[in-house]
């Protein structure tokens, strides 16, 4: 079942979050989508979008500095968010970070009313950024974030925090001065202290159903 073009009534709203590892970007963007039920919403995270290595050996795999903007397929999240504007259903690949390698599996997604784009490099290619209504950036202190990170990666994926700290140095840190907190110039809001923000969320809803009534009106 296609959408008739009587429901194809207006473009959809595209949202970027963006933060560094441990800001609570996803935190916000939850918190979003909570407040807008009752339109139609999509989350899509860029870690889904980490390049396909079919090609590459395992013990390679593993030494891919995957905060650096080389490890993501971006073109494919450009073009399937056009395709989400276009009202086109798309189908989001699956990562497997077991493998460190794209699984087989994929996740369809229909088109949607709101689409809220997630994730540490989302605010670093013009492409994706010339796509977005609104641009967020959730700016966390640093010691904070790495509590986050190291609590997280110790009780959710069994890391040691000597494994922690030595990635965190090694690539974590020097990637968010070079490439994420960078982005902050594009971000039309930065939120301070991530989730617990409650104000910038509720005025960020509160923008967000604006441009929604606004494109309604002019698409009747």
Do not use: C
């Amino acid at each position: 079942m296609g959408m008739t073009n009587n429901e194809k009534k207006h473009r959809p709203v595209i949202i970027g979050v963006t933060g560094g590892s441990g800001s609570g970007k996803t935190t916000v963007s939850n918190a979003i989508l909570e407040q807008l039920h009752g339109h139609s919403l999509a989350m899509i995270q860029e870690d889904a979008y980490y390049k396909s290595q079919d090609d590459v050996p395992f013990d390679e795999r593993t030494k891919v500095n995957y905060d650096h903007p080389n490890s993501l397929d971006t073109d494919l999240l450009v073009e399937q968010l056009h395709d989400l504007l276009e009202w086109k259903a798309i189908n989001i690949p699956v990562y497997d970070y077991a493998s460190h390698n794209r699984s087989k599996e994929v996740i369809h997604q229909e088109p949607k009313e709101v689409i809220l784009v997630e994730g540490i490099l989302v605010l670093n290619d013009p492409r994706l950024r010339d796509l977005m209504d609104i641009k967020i950036f959730v700016d966390t202190d640093d010691d904070i974030r790495i509590i986050r990170r190291i609590q997280r990666d110790i009780e959710e994926r069994g890391r040691s925090l000597q494994s922690v700290i030595d990635q965190y140095l090694a690539t974590v840190k020097p990637m968010y001065h070079q490439f994420i907190e960078p982005t902050k110039r594009y971000a039309d809001i930065i939120v301070p202290e991530g989730g617990e923000n409650q104000v910038a969320i509720d005025l960020l809803v509160t923008k967000i159903r604006d441009i929604i009534q606004k494109n309604n009106l002019s698409a009747e």
